[in-house]
């Protein structure tokens, strides 16, 4: 059974930073292509970025330059390290995994001062 639980959220102020993990279990990490994504309230949920097997990274546009995904392969982790964060950046952030289509239950975020 393949289960993504992630942390590491929390509140923080503006310019703050945040690491996000993601720990998989029942399937090989490394060998997905593993994403975060983001619901803000009463908003639809979003791509934030992924990893591919082959370690290539892709980000969303509003956070390019200041969000980093990472994978430990030996422990089957994802993290996301999150710098200069905004109260745009507030959300749930969900680990999912493809192409088992997994996701995690979330982590909460929210920046505010």
């Known amino acids: 059974q393949v289960q993504l639980v992630e942390s590491g959220g929390g509140l923080v102020q503006p310019g703050g930073s945040l690491r996000l993990s993601c720990v998989a279990s029942?399937?090989?990490?490394?060998?997905?292509?593993m994403q975060w994504y983001r619901q803000a309230p009463g908003k639809q949920r979003d791509w934030v970025a992924f990893?591919?097997?082959?370690?290539?990274?892709y980000y969303e546009d509003s956070v390019k330059g200041r969000f980093t995904i990472s994978r430990d392969n030996a422990n089957n982790i994802v993290f996301l390290q999150m710098n200069n964060l905004k109260p745009e950046d507030t959300a749930v952030y969900y680990c999912k995994s493809a192409p088992t289509d997994s996701w995690g239950r979330g982590t909460q975020v929210t920046v505010s001062s």
């Open positions: 990893i591919s097997p082959s370690g290539n990274t």
């Open positions: 029942g399937i090989d990490a490394s060998l997905q292509t």
